[in-house]
């Protein structure tokens, strides 16, 4: 059984006990999470797609941790000019085990 939620304008493809990391969320680790915008849930050969969403499904997840992804360097350079910036990001994200797929 897997299904595919939206969380952080993105779409994941779940299944139960799989460990995803998602951008940042509020809630402390240990703290469960529930995902109410399903796009899709599969269960064998029984498929309910949404419209955009499916109605009366859910997605129940765990926090396990807060994080940071790799240090993204941006540079902007023009030659000749004596023009150059640099900027470094780090994304935070969260990382959640999915606990249960209520379809």
Do not use: C
């Not at 680790?29 to 797609?49: A, H, I, T």
């Amino acid at each position: 059984m897997f299904a595919v939620i939206v969380s952080g304008g993105k779409q994941h493809r779940v299944i139960e006990g799989e460990v995803v990391r998602l951008e940042r969320l509020p809630g402390a680790p240990g703290e469960e999470v529930v995902f109410e915008k399903v796009l899709m849930v599969s269960e064998g050969d029984d498929v309910s797609v949404g419209q955009p969403y499916v109605t009366g499904s859910s997605v129940k997840g765990e926090v396990i941790s807060h994080l940071r992804g790799k240090k993204v360097n941006i540079l902007k350079f023009k030659r000749r000019q004596g023009y150059m910036r640099r900027q470094g990001h780090r994304q935070w994200y969260t990382e959640v085990r999915i606990t249960g797929i209520q379809a």
